[in-house]
């Protein structure tokens, strides 16, 4: 599954980079607004799709109604982790433009808050939305790939 990820989000930055849109360096031309929003809706919908897998894997056996015990919410966290920091940095390197970059930063910002949060105490998951500022954000941009996961 690594490997499969890995893969996606090159493919994602490769991309971007026929494009001749670059990727994160001062000198990278930025991307029109429909084109950042499509490229981070692919980088979220590929996560989504991987944190949906782990979410198979360590809860499929679950009752719906049942929370997860807090040692298998630590093990997900823990193997999701990777994933949201690849989403973090994957969309940190695409260059938003002007119209965009003061939120998209603030919403990397806040991915980056909510996941310290909940890596340093993963029980959060099980009591609220650990990242609804996040999603908020997502939706004011646009990005509904990343809002949906």
Do not use: W, Y
Not at 16 to 26: F, Q, R, S
Not at 28 to 46: M, T
Not at 96 to 116: C, D, G, N, Y
Not at 122 to 145: Q, T
């Amino acid at each position: 599954m690594r490997l499969r990820r890995f893969t996606a989000i090159t493919a994602v930055l490769a991309l971007a980079a026929m494009l001749g849109i670059g990727g994160g360096t001062a000198a990278a031309k930025p991307l029109s607004a429909k084109e950042f929003r499509q490229l981070a809706n692919a980088v979220c919908q590929k996560t989504n799709q991987d944190l949906a897998e782990l979410g198979d894997q360590h809860f499929g056996d679950l009752p719906r109604d049942k929370p997860p015990p807090l040692r298998e919410l630590e093990a997900f966290v823990t193997d999701a982790k990777p994933v949201i920091k690849e989403r973090i940095n994957a969309i940190g390197a695409l260059p938003p433009p002007k119209s965009l970059k003061k939120r998209v930063k603030k919403f990397l910002a806040t991915i980056r808050r909510e996941l310290a949060a909940v890596v340093d105490d993963p029980s959060i998951i099980l009591e609220s939305d650990a990242f609804a500022d996040s999603i908020a954000l997502a939706k004011k941009l646009s990005l509904e790939a990343c809002a949906a996961g």
